[in-house]
């Protein structure tokens, strides 16, 4: 703001001009920060679409119907991973074969399946991989009483894995 006036108005004038200049920067700041998060969230990939088994089919490649979550300490539990909190935490596999390589974090993979299969109802899950120390499979329990647990892993004695 320019003005004309005696000193103790220009002193309050170039007051008002300072507290209008950090005004605008915290709005445009404010501004970019809300743009960047909504950049952010809109070039997320969309979950995708459940995999629907059929009777024509034998084999699925999972790898593009995965959503997929990294817990580097390992200690989230199914009760928290299948929260709603942890919804957007989960990342879309954009590859048809995950490779988690070495690593100590768990990876948790979510899967959604439709069975419009007539003929199978029992379905073979081949994680692919023979030397992983553990794999647990969380299958829902009707009307969300929790989970059915199935365990393998070489690091697992042979007698406790429900799937060798």
């Not at 199914?78 to 909190?85: D, L």
């Not at 009707?142 to 892993?153: M, N």
Request: charged share 20%; proline share 7%.
């Amino acid at each position: 703001m320019i003005g004309l006036g005696r000193t103790g108005q220009v002193e309050e004038l170039v007051g008002e001009c300072k507290l209008g200049v950090r005004a605008i920067l915290l709005t445009i700041l404010a501004s970019l920060i809300l743009c960047t998060t909504a950049l952010a969230q809109t070039n997320d990939p969309p979950p995708p679409d459940p995999l629907i088994l059929t009777d024509e089919g034998e084999a699925y490649p999972l790898g593009l119907y995965l959503e997929i979550l990294e817990d580097p300490g390992g200690e989230l539990t199914i009760e928290e991973v299948t929260s709603p909190e942890f919804n957007q935490l989960f990342v879309s596999s954009q590859v048809e074969v995950p490779n988690f390589k070495f690593t100590d974090s768990a990876i948790w993979v979510r899967l959604h399946l439709k069975n419009e299969s007539h003929l199978n109802d029992d379905w073979l899950l081949d994680v692919g991989f023979a030397n992983m120390h553990y794999a647990d499979l969380y299958t829902p329990l009707p009307e969300g009483e929790g989970f059915s647990i199935k365990q393998t892993g070489v690091l697992r004695p042979r007698a406790s894995r429900d799937i060798i």
